[in-house]
């Protein structure tokens, strides 16, 4: 038969050996910092990416850099108040 000190004693010592068990074994979440930008896929025409993969080459970048240039440069416009998108009559 155990004693009462017996019992508290291995209660208490696998209740804090199990605390934060799983802790080190956990999965992280989410994506390890590569120092990289992440990817992005975009759906276009094909029409328009060979468009886009032309200019880039003219300005000497590679085309995610050319279109991340083209977004800021129609944000830039459209803050001023007109819109670029809609033909001047």
């Known amino acids: ?10 209660s208490v010592l696998a209740f804090v050996s ?10 992280k979440v989410g994506r390890p910092a590569t120092g990289h930008e992440p990817r992005l896929s975009i759906r276009m025409k094909p029409s328009a990416l060979k468009r886009a ?12 850099k050319w279109i991340e240039a083209a977004i800021n ?9 007109r819109n670029v998108t809609k033909r001047d009559r």
């Open 1 to 10: 038969m155990k004693t009462l000190s017996t019992l508290s004693c291995h």
């Open 18 to 27: 199990d605390v934060k068990y799983n802790d080190a074994m956990r999965r």
């Open 53 to 64: 993969n032309g200019a880039a080459r003219a300005a000497g970048t590679t085309v995610g």
């Open 73 to 81: 440069e129609k944000v830039q416009r459209e803050k001023g108040g």
